[in-house]
């Protein structure tokens, strides 16, 4: 009998075990628990709410609905919400004790319980219950009859408090409908967090009615006027998202110093600065010794701070090369007659005159790591980027800030411009492993977030670039720090990218426009089977000292097609180890139907460059992975020796920069192969 | 030698003619000549304009640039345009007499003349330069390794100066976006007034700053601030389309009323209106015997036309059924009281008072076709869109308002959201064949206008409604009355479609996003396949007496992929005839690989089946489909008997509307093979 009951118990375990591995939760709960039964979807669902919630929880709610019946086809009664306990009877209940406030450290954490049938979300405030709604829906799955939900009990809360996405709408201006549309991801991937990098040298994107040349002369016409930010900011605002404004200074100026040159730092005021239209580091800078300098801060200040109710303000301050300020001897004299010993300690002074204007505005300031100098204020926020590309340590800056009394935020390893794989995102934790911190120090690090860097981003590709990879950060900034299993995340990632599409984002259509129109609106499968093994240029090599491409340049080519973790190179990877290990009839089978594909492809690529010319950069690249598919084909199913040599060389070629400015993601596994 | 000579001159037109029609223009312009040569594109390539144009132009030629560039991946050094005379040696050049003003009768008429070397447009105003750029962008072409521009003379103006896009923002609100897209759409087919229909039953979309709570409480949130109408129509007026607002009164009210009830018709002022949920008319009608009725609108008039340039206003007017007035003994008191003989009468009352209200504003009246009566001012624009639908005469109001003194626009025969064949809308001349009219009452029909109501559209799918079918309006609307042949517009219309993309129309994408929605996200191929030979019921069917959709019902199901003019079905049609002229063993094969792709269809449908429940809806047809396809195929190939009987019953059934809300497009070809 004893045994007997263990025997069930370890039965009922491993079941649990199991269904719980089929989950597509992403942020993984901080505590899930399935339990028996299903909950059955059916037109006459309905939710009822209770307590005290702020209003957006019913813009929440009724946004759920529509998700929830444009994805069963069930044609829910339930039209919009407005209020609380207007269906006592309702399936699912959701009571929230208190109005949530957007901002850091607020409560967020929430309860779920399904059974079969009734659903209880309970939340402190409205902020938690938008959470539970999102993983209810990520929970939803059907039988090819009905839809449902497992029966299942959840308990959750954030790791970190901020959980951000940084987009730069300064080199790519980013419209009003691409910010929201990465909104909606966002919530639905419990990111709380929203920097918007506003100015740049190549562009000055915010109405200021005080200053209107500056998108007059600054913006090429394309810029946020205050109504559109007023309306971002309540709109991230109901789904529960901080919006926090960076106007990026003393350097990243040209924009700004081309209507007002008056204030920057060239030795001449006759010298002219005009809106970049390259990428690149630009030697622009605001003369910091200049008191109209600050005047104008402080009249741009007093317009922006009133458009963003957060309690940050984020002044950049990074990149500012000095070579303006070395050059001019009036900022010189300046330096020596203040005892200012640096361009580093230069900048602190100008940082520091910025921190009463934004006080004014009950703002702290935020800022890029190079902000971080003894003098500065302790309140300020530490925005840690640098690491091995810039001859740093990874982070460092982090705990440097923390260890030294600053609350910190961590980007690098979160920049997903240069599109790295998504792995290394994912295992990059803000809190350092192996350096031992203090709680008050652990405190201090406030979490993470991506930066999507627009030099090579339009509306067309940008979601592409920041989905579904930010999904995979945000279940690090989210999730406990045990849930690192790549293969669980690629799995769960790629259902993610799907659901994706229902809050709107474009990755996977705006592909496909972008196949479409180098096909030629010819077919476009044979391309597309050719994206998914190649992967744009990484760490900036695409466009290697700005050259290349113009700000203006379109972004409508075969590497803004493909992404960074090309999905099958992801797959024969895993094929080609497999067959290694093991090189079974089946093994075999899985590793060379790539290659009959590729060969295939080939042929298809080169009937459709007759009549689309965008076809002919990636025509040498192709051809030469025909061409060593079909050697290999001959080696393994053939058993024929091929000249291995040769071959060889053909791979390295691969590795050659080619005109389509991608590379062969597939690279590595060939190699394993030869 | 004369013989000789005879025959050059036969080939030379001959080729010409050849090469004329395979041109992918549309609208077609009045007048091509194809000459000797091609223009070749480079990098160098530069546009530089002269003459007194409107700044639009510099905007329109930034954005040729870009577009030229993202089609053809040259990266063009060209920056945004911003000067006349910024390049005196370019390629392309653009001469303007004067500005442009956006409205009717301005002139729009271009010359495009392209050499192999260089190229003229030249027009009166940067109107007609506009135009000339699109129809350049339609004759690129390429040779598999770089694009072109054929030699060519044309000469071009519009036969209509009202050549309309109506979009219903009501039933379901468009957000600004949609908006944008489908104007940027409109400018590319040389469109020039976008009609925008503001307020119904279902929703009041426009901020009136005096009264706020039309929005607060009948929007549902979902509205354009003053704001944004403004950046709208300055965007509009960027690419030559005039924008008319219309607010639809004295019915079509339920919005205004819900908000304002004591300016309805109700008998009693206890009895309240809602905003509409469903389709259909609803009976709600402002009272035009209550001062307070004219005192709010003109409030609203106040607010509304200042945000818009244009002349015309559009009061709406249409099916007022007049049961409320009936029901209301106030009323009908009134009536009497003023020899006012019936509610048709009334209403011209009605509408006189709204006159001065916007003559105030320099506006000129517009309203649908119910406005017209004995007694309606003749500064009105009468738009007729009734007909055999209405038990009324095809346009009968077009031609009576011509007669009777209006200027007048046609709309029957361009309703798209009927969603039937392309065909007719393209053979629907606004010009009567058979009546005679003089020259002056000729020179009052304005031109035409499509109308997308929205009560089955949201901004998912409202694009694939509108495109590519307004295209061959907008060729009605502009091309000469000779232009009638389908099999020419048929072959155009499916470039022109691909080259909507371009502008950012989504009607290929999102239609991939819902099949992605449907198939939960498997393969989509075969359910495409199934799209392609299905069309959403016609002529309101789908949604008959508004009952089955609410207005927030998703609008993500089988149908809302599926449009009008099924591709297929267009094709299997033409393959069917054939074969039945001609059983060729060509012919055949053509006929009986439809028949294998639906079997092969039908099996892949029940197999993704299991794994989304929103295909079941769509088996019972395919299913059916299949076996007829199955028997076909061994009557055809196998000279087999069949039971025709049996097989007219099965093709038969699928006639019976199905739970899919769609029609089986290639009913009437299998019924020629049967």
Redesign the interface.
Known sequence: MKYSIILLFVFFVSSAQIKKKQLNLMPWPQNINLTDGTFTLNQKFKVNITGNPNDRLF?GVSKFL?RL?????L?L?Q??VTKTNEYSEAELQINCARPGKVGLNEDESYTLIIETNKINITATTDLGALHGLETLLQLMQ??????YFPAVEVTDSPRFTWRGLMIDAARHFQ???VIKRNLDAMASMKMNVFHWHLVDDQGWRIEIKKHPKLTELAS??DYY?Q??IK?IVKYADELGIMVVPEIDIPGHASALLSVYPEIGSKKSESMLYSVG?RSGIYDSALDPTNPKTYKLLSEIFDEVCPLFPSDYFHIGGDENNGKEWNANPVIQEFKSKNKIASNHDLQTYFNMKLVPMLKKHNKQLMGWEEILTNDMSKEAIIHAWRGVNEGLSPGGALVKAAKGGYKTVLSNGYYIDLLLSVDGHYLNDPMPKNIVLSKEEKDRILGGEAAMWSELVTPLNIDSRIWPRTAAIAERLWSNDTIIDLNSMHRRLK?IS?RL??VGV?H???K??IL??IT??QDTRALNDFTNICEPLKNYKRNGGGK???M???L??FADACTADASDAYDFDKAVNQYLENKSPENQIVVTSFFRKWIAMNNDLIAL??????I?PVLPMSNNLSVISKQLLLAIEEKQNVDKKALNELLEQLTIRNSADVELAIYSSLKKLL
């Open positions: 813009k529509r019946d444009g994805r069963t086809g044609f009664e039209p919009f059907n039988n090819g009859r009905s839809f419209p009003v409908d090429d016409g006027t109504e559109e309306n239209r259902v799907s599409e229902e474009m996977i259509r705006n496909e426009v479409r129109n030629n609106y290349k491409y113009f203006y340049s379109p409508t080519l460059s007759a009549n689309a010319p965008l002919q």
